[in-house]
């Protein structure tokens, strides 16, 4: 940027009363600054400047204001300041200005606001405006500062855009862990009409004296391929791609979603799993897929956690229920090796895992998930071994 | 196709699983009995039965290798094939190293599954036999004299008639009426045969 570079520390602020006292150049009072100086400072600036009197006509403007806005001087000059706005702001500014020169009442001048503004060729991007005004002999003339915003906007959505992509990566790796006990479920329905396929076949081959053992064969045949579609609908659900839906939901039917999956992954593990979830449990605002990707994180690990225990102390819980009335508790409860104090303080950081294979993600994930639904997630060793995760969620009431 | 007393005994903790292999068995008149869990199975298992196993070897509860562990120390010789998922491998050839006698991989081609169930019930029609004919080799060398047996073991070994003669103190006459009377107790017509049952007795 040539400007700033030849003023490089001339902070913004002042350049700012510098242009506000030179506007006024018939009181002598004032110390003399000259004119060409004026427009250099004003030119330096990155910020676009521009003057405009008290019926919103465009008086002045910097170099970085027709940078900005893509208008050349002689386009701008004399123009009302509305050409720099999108509706309903451009229709709506001189009702603005009236309303503060009759009362005094500003809605932005002081403050300084984000808003949208609008360039030459109708590109509406992102702005911050601070307004200063200033006694024109006996007028009044307002100055508008302006920081075009495009960046950092860019730069938000590019971390909401990671976030959200790390949470799907996170959830896509859940689903990597389970393919194993998936496969299996999906073998069974798929073994069972392979059979009765066969089986038919073999008895057709015969003669047709057996066609009410058939007709069975072919019911149970219509029943398994609806399990195994069953198993492959619910995988799919929970792969669909990344996108925050963020609505009022069921608690109830979160967790009845997921059950089947977990509980595929604990028969795969050898593990019996129970779930205790209170009836009609109220509504919370959530992102449903993510609130599950929570839940069966939690539970893997508990899953994880009993891998060496012997075949009868192999058991996973998860409660739900109304732990205040504002708020949802679920508490997934497993046998396994517990939490050390040293795991305990690192537990929620990123890549730290006490598993062999494990990449340290699933909790950090799950960490930053509740607490962006205004939960929060804790965990305490049984008294008779084990862990204990618990996720309290704010009801949908709690919220408002 | 099975002998009369035959049964296959299906273990599977899947109830589609289990009915389809028993409605598939039943396609080619193979009788089958059903079992849910390791321990329905061995709560119900009988000495006498006969047949073979089809055992699920990834089960909630008793495993399937738990279920072949126990079945071991109840003396029960009837033949196990292991039914395997994708990742059960390892698994598998450990059961077969502790004496399982085969394992198909689900999912598995129907005729593969029959023949390996064909093939067990033959290995173990071959191994009840064998017991049978020992049992009664035994009941046979049982009416043997105690210089009989003397004699019987002399001629086993390949010696003359001469030799043993001369070993035992008999006269040669008397040791050849001695190894008459074995070849007629353990009914048999040649020394070959004779030599035969001798290894039997032996093992």
Known sequence: ?400 | MTEQNETVFIVDDDEAVRESLSFLLKSVDIQSQSFASGDEFLGAFKPEWEGCILLDIRMPGISGMEVQRRLVEQDCTLPIIFITGHGDIPMAVEAMHLGAHDFVQKPFHDQELLDRIQAALTARREIQDEVEQKRIVQQHYSTLTPRETEVMAAVAKGHANKVIAMDLELSQRTVEIHRARVMEKMQVRSLAELVKLAVLLDE
Do not use: W
Request: with cysteine.
């Open chain 1, 1 to 400: 940027m040539p400007h700033s570079a030849r003023f490089p520390t001339l902070p913004a602020c002042q350049a700012y009363g510098i242009c506000l006292v030179a506007t006024n150049p018939e009181q002598n009072s004032v110390p003399k600054f000259d004119v060409t100086a004026q427009m250099a400072v004003m030119n330096a600036l990155i910020e676009a400047i521009v003057i405009m009197d008290d019926r919103g006509q465009i008086k002045r403007c910097n170099q970085a204001a027709i940078d900005m806005f893509g208008y050349t001087q002689d386009e701008i000059i004399g123009q009302d300041i509305s050409i720099l706005m999108p509706a309903p702001d451009s229709t709506n500014h001189s009702t603005y200005v009236d309303q503060y020169l009759r009362s005094g009442k500003a809605k932005i001048i002081g403050i300084g606001r984000e808003l949208n503004a609008r360039r030459k060729d109708g590109s509406i991007f992102p702005i911050h405006l601070a307004i200063g005004e200033v006694a024109y002999y006996d007028s009044i003339r307002f100055i508008g500062m302006m920081r075009d915003l495009t960046d950092n906007k860019k730069d938000e959505e590019r971390k909401l855009r990671l976030h959200t992509d790390m949470i799907t990566a996170s959830r896509l790796t859940t689903m990597g862990e389970m393919a194993a006990a998936m496969a299996h479920e999906i073998n069974q329905p798929l073994a069972a009409i392979a059979n009765y396929a066969s089986a038919s076949e073999r008895m057709l081959a015969r003669g047709s004296d057996n066609i009410e053992d058939i007709k069975v064969a072919l019911a149970h045949i219509k029943t398994q391929s609806h399990r195994a579609g069953d198993i492959i609908r619910r995988l799919r659900s929970f792969v669909k791609p990344d996108s925050v839906d963020l609505g009022p939901t069921k608690m109830n039917t979160i967790i009845d979603e997921i059950k089947p999956l977990a509980e595929v992954d604990a028969k795969a593990n050898n593990i019996s799993i129970s779930f205790d979830v209170s009836t009609n449990l109220p509504e919370i605002i959530a992102d449903q897929l993510q609130i599950q990707q929570v839940l069966l994180n939690l539970l893997r690990n508990g899953i994880d956690a009993m891998h060496e225990n012997a075949p009868e102390d192999r058991h996973l819980e998860l409660h739900c229920y109304i732990a205040t009335p504002d708020t949802v508790r679920i508490d997934v409860i497993d046998q396994g090796h517990g939490i050390s104090e040293e795991a305990g303080k690192k537990l929620f950081h990123p890549f730290f895992t006490t598993k062999a294979t494990g990449m340290g993600m699933g909790l950090a994930i799950s960490h930053t998930i509740v607490k962006s639904h205004s939960g929060a997630l804790s965990f305490s060793n049984n008294l008779s071994g084990g862990a204990t995760f618990s996720v309290m969620l704010p009801t949908k009431m709690a919220n408002r």
